[in-house]
Structures are given as C-alpha cells and as structure tokens.
Nanobody
Framework: QVQLVESGGGLVQPGGSLRLSCAAS????????MGWYRQAPGRQRELVAT?????RTNYAESVEGRFTISRTNANVYLQMDSLKSEDTAVYFC?????????WGQGTQVTVSS
C-alpha cells in the first residue's frame, strides 16, 4: 500500500511564496511519475505539474514560470512563487506507479490579503 502525505500549505499574501512537500511511503521502486494537482471551490481538479522518474517536467500554463516541481527519490516538492489569489485551492500530491494512481489527502493553500 502506497501512502502519500502532503505538507506546507497555509495562508500567504499575493506575491508571496510557499513550498509544498509530499512524502511517499510503502514498497516503491524507482520507476514512477509524481505530480501536483489542485481543486478550487466550485471548480474541477486540474493538473499543476508532473515530474517523471528521470526528472522530465510538465507544467500547466497558468503556473509556468512561477512554480517549480522537483523530486528526491519518493518525495516530491512544489516551490510556488509570485502567488496569486487564483492559486487558492486544495493541492493534492499524486503518484502513478505501475499503472495505479495514488493520491494524498490534500493541503490547503490560501492566497489572500
């Protein structure tokens, strides 16, 4: 059983920064893709960024140039800079391992004055 636990969310002012972390545990081998998704109130869940086992990255257009995804083994991080109010959402960690998708419980990010 794979477990994903997110941390690092909170309240930040527009223009500020946050760093989200996701720790994966369980019996996991080296070949897998991890990512971050988010869901704002009244909106569907959307992809934020993904990173493959060999560190190839993909970003949503809305966060390109502001967010950076990285990983160390079974941990994935999301550095969020120049935050905007529209970034407010619950952020979920995701892992695709051997065709099975795993999700964390989410961490709240609120960008407001």
């Amino acid at each position: 059983q794979v477990q994903l636990v997110e941390s690092g969310g909170g309240l930040v002012q527009p223009g500020g920064s946050l760093r989200l972390s996701c720790a994966a545990s369980g019996t996991i081998f080296s070949i897998y893709t991890m990512g971050w998704y988010r869901q704002a109130p009244g909106r569907q869940r959307e992809l934020v960024a993904t990173i493959t086992y060999d560190t190839r990255t993909n970003y949503a257009e809305s966060v390109e140039g502001r967010f950076t995804i990285s990983r160390t083994n079974a941990n994935v991080y999301l550095q969020m800079d120049s935050l905007k109010s529209e970034d407010t959402a619950v952020y979920f960690c995701n892992m695709n391992y051997r065709g099975v998708v795993y999700w964390g419980q989410g961490t709240q990010v609120t960008v407001s004055s």
